[in-house]
């Protein structure tokens, strides 16, 4: 059961239709591989950080079921995930995260995945929600609760650690921004196919990642100015 009004289930799209099985198919080959290397990036970050080992295993957990849910809502549609494009367009922000780990610069790793990654998936997750098919509805709505939990993860940990690493945080920044706002870029026709409006999730994206940075320690104006200096370069088409 869904709790949208009228004129939200009257914006839903044609689940069958060819142009959507195309779009859905890079969108959700995306969502699938940014569930895959979330679960991945806990998993390191379980190692680097052995005090939090048993619960960053079981954030990895969590994401790990996300990608096979979602394999499961392209396979209710009968449409397969196109995961090479996905790859491609993730393999950026991977490395820089491989490189934060490399270097021992945990900041980094958590404002790539712990920031940026989950305020980019609870955007495109609540976006996506209210012109989700009815098998992908619910399970989307379960996913946005652990995401939450994830962000809230590295709002603390970062929180806690944010005199020693604010410098970090602000150049991981400006490196990963641009690159997450490059995916979104890419599939901006993709996304209005299936129904979701790309100018609003990134404008979601913006608000939950500043109210991130606020929580982290940074003052609205410094979080404000962050956010629209790593992403003026990247216009929206
Ligand atoms: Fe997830
Ligand atoms: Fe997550």
Known sequence: ?????????????DFHSDAYRDAYSRINGVVV?????????????AKSIPDDHDLLLSLAAMESRHAVDFVGCGRNLSIR???SLARKLFDPLHKLFQECEHNGNLAGCLVIQGLIIESFAIAAYQEYLPVADPYAQPITELVLHDEEQHINYAECWLKAHFKEAKNEVSSI??????I???ILQTLTNDMRTIGMNPIELIASFSERFQSALETVGYKGSSARRLIMRSTLSVPLT
């Open 33 to 45: 591989i940014g569930e895959t290397l979330a679960d991945r990036h806990f998993r390191s970050l």
């Open 180 to 182: 997450t706002l490059s």
């Open 81 to 83: 995930a196109d995961t």
């Open 1 to 13: 059961m869904n709790n949208f009004p009228p004129q939200m289930i009257n914006k839903q799209p």
């Open 173 to 178: 920044c400006s490196k990963a921004l641009p």
